[in-house]
T-cell receptor
Framework: GENVEQHPSTLSVQEGDSAVIKCTYS??????FPWYKQELGKRPQLIID?????GEKKDQRIAVTLNKTAKHFSLHITETQPEDSAVYFC????????????FGTGTKLQVIP | NAGVTQTPKFQVLKTGQSMTLQCAQD?????MYWYRQDPGMGLRLIYY???????DKGEVPNGYNVSRLNKREFSLRLESAAPSQTSVYFC?????????????FGQGTRLTVV
């Protein structure tokens, strides 16, 4: 089955700096890669996603890149703010009768004011 | 539009007790899921339902059962709770089928088994 590895597990950055979180996946059948943000005590919520036919996607301060050949994708947050502090999960998804979603183990991001 | 609603938010059980976690979605999604979240282990799939009338095991199904009551509702039952089932449980739904889209999560249930 699919295996998703996520690094680092924790990340501390100064406010205004950039943060990068990396994920690798194993199954070339995965074709949709969402990123979720989970604030303390809250539910995971989608912040950005990318499909396998796209190499990069941006949404304001957040961007995601995908390298299908190497089977890795990354989340980039620029000009970090304290409210970016949260746990971030990557996921690899395969279409089918149901969406087979495999999550990474999460990255706890701390933005230091 | 409430999205995905799960109840209860918190629960304490004694070892051996049973309980059912309820989940309902109002987005007309085909697929529904139950995950558990433990520190450092991300979200692990317990059971899923690809469509109304079908259910199947995920990564960690032992000790759990599920029922897809109708298209809206998907419940998770612990027949005889064990301390190892102490966790945060999330229900989620997605469109399913040929559409690959985001999963929407419920607010979570924090379960403690003593």
């Amino acid at each position: 089955g699919e295996n998703v590895e996520q690094h680092p597990s924790t990340l501390s950055v100064q406010e205004g700096d950039s943060a990068v979180i990396k994920c690798t996946y194993s199954d070339s059948a995965s074709n949709y890669f969402p990123w979720y943000k989970q604030e303390l005590g809250k539910r995971p919520q989608l912040i950005i996603d990318i499909r396998s036919n796209v190499g990069e996607k941006k949404d304001q301060r957040i961007a995601v890149t995908l390298n299908k050949t190497a089977k890795h994708f990354s989340l980039h947050i620029t000009e970090t703010q304290p409210e970016d502090s949260a746990v971030y999960f990557c996921a690899a998804t395969q279409s089918g009768g149901y969406q087979k979603v495999t999550f990474g183990t999460g990255t706890k991001l701390q933005v230091i004011p | 539009n409430a999205g995905v609603t799960q109840t209860p938010k918190f629960q304490v059980l004694k070892t051996g007790q049973s309980m059912t976690l309820q989940c309902a979605q109002d987005m007309n999604h085909n697929s529904m899921y139950w995950y558990r979240q433990d520190p450092g282990m991300g979200l692990r799939l317990i059971y899923y339902s690809a469509s109304e009338g079908t259910t199947d095991k995920g990564e960690v199904p032992n000790g759990y059962n599920v029922s897809r009551l109708n298209k809206r509702e998907f419940s998770l039952r612990l027949e005889s709770a064990a301390p190892s089932q102490t966790s945060v449980y999330f229900c989620a739904s997605s469109e399913g089928g040929a559409s690959v889209t985001e999963a929407f999560f419920g607010q979570g249930t924090r379960l403690t088994v003593v």
